[in-house]
């Protein structure tokens, strides 16, 4: 009979992190769940031993060689500055904590696997890119930055732990825009917007992945002996337009200067921390090729783009909005605001 597995989770309280762990806690092939993270999870996990640390400090090494784990799951990449107290931060969380932890695995003897969530984003998006990207395409790490940037960063110092850790089978899962009940991100908020700002004449393709395919994609990347990098995404498209229609809002097309303004609009707002990735990402958009995910560990996403994007609407529908009349008054400021910047009124489709 195999061992059961012991696995170590960044990012614990975070929703993939902690989606994971509730996951782990139901299989009956994994004994222990150790989760790492500055705060602790929000809900209570029977098989979880959480321990309150950073990833860049050296009492991770400890926790390794303590627990005996085989398996660890690195979920800690951030991708909103604000969320971490400013883009510094969260460099230093992104980029300088990959490398300790990856230091930390080093020097655990008992380590077999390590999986590391990526993103697509190191591809960059542009005119000049394929139209399904396979894994093996040049990230244009010139092009990159913010959240981009620190993924390429990362998965630089993961390449050279494979190098030097032959004997553990290293995965980085490459994954597209996350959306579902319960994450919140750039994108998901840029969605939710009460008027969804555009640029004019551009209509980019989007391929989504739901939440609960995210989790089960990095579950089943411990598996087996798979190694190397996956693209991990939902199969199908939406365009922009048609995503803007099935969520029932308003579109405001800009002219393409006024796209770097709006961005640092919303942000005055606080609605939407939209790096220039992102920005990018809704002009030319991105889509990837799965087959090697699929091929490798039998992924198979159960919602396609279209659908994961009607299951984030579903649940951000049913969501309290507050007080009615307040509301209303914010929305008006916002519009007005970007209709100045526009010069145009907003387009109800």
Not at 88 to 111: C, D, F, P, W, Y
Not at 228 to 248: D, E, F, K, T, W
Not at 273 to 302: K, M, N, S, T, Y
């Amino acid at each position: 009979m195999a061992a059961k597995r012991r696995v170590l989770i960044t990012g614990v309280s975070r929703f993939l992190g902690l989606r994971l762990a509730k996951k782990l806690e139901r299989d009956d092939d994994v004994e222990l769940v150790v989760g790492v993270d500055i705060e602790e999870p929000p809900v209570g996990i029977e098989k979880l031993d959480f321990v309150r640390a950073d990833i860049r400090s050296p009492l991770i090494a400890r926790v390794l060689d303590s627990t005996n784990v085989d398996t660890v799951v690195h979920t800690n990449i951030a991708s909103s500055p604000s969320r971490l107290g400013g883009r510094s931060q969260m460099k230093e969380n992104n980029v300088i904590g990959t490398m300790q932890l990856l230091a930390a695995v080093h020097r655990a003897k008992n380590i077999r696997k390590v999986v590391m969530k990526s993103s697509s984003a190191v591809y960059g998006s542009g005119p000049g890119e394929p139209s399904i990207v396979p894994e093996d395409h040049a990230a244009r790490h010139v092009d990159l930055s913010g959240y981009a940037k620190d993924c390429a960063e990362a998965e630089t110092f993961a390449r050279d732990f494979g190098r030097r850790r032959r004997d553990v089978d290293l995965v980085v899962l490459r994954t597209q825009n996350v959306v579902g009940p319960t994450v919140r991100s750039s994108l998901t908020d840029y969605l939710s917007l009460p008027v969804i700002p555009t640029a004019l004449g551009f209509d980019p393709r989007l391929q989504l992945l739901h939440e609960e395919d995210a989790v089960d994609a990095l579950s089943a990347a411990m598996t087996g002996d798979s190694r190397g990098i996956y693209n991990i995404a939902a199969p199908g498209i939406v365009y922009l337009s048609q995503a803007i229609r099935l969520l029932g809002r308003p579109q405001l097309p800009l002219l393409l200067p006024a796209a770097g303004p709006t961005a640092r609009l919303l942000q005055r707002f606080n609605l939407v921390d939209f790096p220039v990735d992102q920005i990018r990402l809704i002009l030319f958009g991105r889509v990837v090729d799965i087959r090697r995910a699929q091929e490798a560990f039998g992924f198979a996403p159960r919602f396609t783009s279209q659908e994961s994007l009607l299951d984030f609407k579903h649940h951000r529908d049913s969501e309290p909005h507050g007080d009615p009349a307040v509301r209303p008054r914010w929305e008006r400021d916002l519009i007005d605001a970007l209709g100045s910047k526009s010069g145009s009124d907003v387009e109800t489709v």
